[in-house]
């Protein structure tokens, strides 16, 4: 017996609205919104309830409100990478377009990867292109 990766739930002070801004940052959709949450699944996964093995289906990001801001670095954040046939540098633009923000987190100069924050503060990586 295994556990399945259902969700990464993320705080927030407007979960609807956060729901919505990631929805577009990865081209997902919102699965629903109520007052208590708010969950955004690939567009694909739908079809992989149907087809694929309950441990298989992959995980979505569910939004839930708080009544506190942000205030500490993530002890956990998400890495996310363009394939190599994307631009990556326009990606981190359109990123940055939407709402987000490039954080100092005292990467070494070199380093292969930007810090963004979404518009709640909470960090996350755009790596270097990808194929796999």
Known sequence: MSLRWYSTVVEARDH???ARWWAEA????????TEK?????????KDF????DFHRVPPGMLFVPVGHEKNTKNRLHWDFAPHISDDRDAEIERLLDLGA???DVGAPDDATWTVLADPEGNEFCVLS???M
Not at 26 to 33: P, Q, T
Not at 37 to 45: D, G, K, Q, S, T
């Open 37 to 45: 949450e708010a969950a955004v699944l690939p567009p694909w996964a």
């Open 49 to 52: 309830v149907e087809i694929l």
């Open 101 to 103: 923000r490039i954080v």
């Open 26 to 33: 990865l081209g997902w959709d919102v699965a629903f919104e």
């Open 16 to 18: 609807r609205a956060l």
């Open 129 to 131: 292109s990808r194929d």
